[in-house]
């Protein structure tokens, strides 16, 4: 059975001589795990459609454990992201969070939509706030958003001093365990999860928007229960090799 969805390319693996496997995010059928015939071909019509960070559109074959990509289009491939190692570093890592939050058959459109969304905020003007305004928003998708307007243990209105993920937010000084944070990063927390994303997002690159970055960065892996691997080892000037394929 075919059917039709548009995604955004997570990963792509070899498969063979000629395929590849790649994993694809979308809104209707969450997860999407495809052989794309014959991509490693010069003369192929998928090859360069099919990179990882590209948005396409897709026709799909349903299979039982491998779909199979039949017909694709590209809606948007971030070239300025490609372009440039800083954004594609922050690219790299909003992929890895989602392929680790989406499930394969169960529709993700809130996920979905915000990694297109923070990718064309990205690909528009770089903003340094976009990685950890991306982790705080999937976190709250995923309904373990920090608390930002209170303490997160004892509930009292703050001053908010520390951060824990552990706790489900930020601390006030009597609760206080974690990380300490200055009042910029809670009032940009804030921001983001309660309706000034945009404002926040027009921030420049301050000491603030990088101890936020980092401690969302925290809490994501907090909630997978493992280390990023985009984060712990940054993409090298000449890119990341395409892994082999196990055998599946």
């Known amino acids: 059975m ?3 969805d548009e995604g955004v390319v ?24 495809a052989v794309a015939k014959g991509v490693r071909r010069t003369k192929s019509r998928f090859g360069a459609r099919l990179e990882p960070l590209s948005h396409v559109a897709l026709l799909c074959w349903r299979g039982r454990d491998l779909d199979v990509v039949t017909g694709v289009e590209v809606i948007d491939s971030f070239r300025a992201v490609r372009d440039d190692l800083g954004r594609l570093q922050v690219a790299t890592t909003m992929l890895e969070i989602v392929d680790q939050v989406a499930q394969e058959r169960h529709g993700a459109p809130a996920v979905f939509t915000l990694l297109v969304r923070a990718l064309r905020t990205l690909e528009r ?10 982790c705080l928003k999937l976190l ?25 993920a552990g706790e489900g937010g930020f601390l006030c000084a009597t609760c206080r365990r974690g990380r300490q944070v200055s009042p910029p990063v809670v009032e940009l927390a804030r921001q ?32 997978l229960d493992r280390r990023l691997r985009s984060v712990r080892h940054p993409i090298g000037a000449g890119g990341r090799p395409e892994p082999a394929a196990s055998g599946r």
Do not use: M, N
């Open 125 to 134: 003007d770089g903003a340094p706030l976009v990685l950890g305004a991306f």
């Open 192 to 223: 983001v999860l309660s309706g000034g994303l945009a404002r926040a997002l027009s921030t420049g690159a301050t000491p603030a928007v990088a101890a936020l970055e980092d401690l969302a960065i925290g809490a994501v892996e907090h909630h």
């Open 2 to 4: 075919h059917y039709r």
């Open 10 to 33: 997570l990963r792509t693996i070899r498969l063979g001589e000629a395929d590849r496997i790649v994993t694809i995010v979308t809104p209707g059928h969450g997860k999407v795990r």
């Open 140 to 164: 709250a998708i995923e309904g373990v958003g920090p608390v930002v307007d209170a303490c997160a243990s004892c509930g009292r209105d703050g001053p908010l001093v520390a951060f824990d």
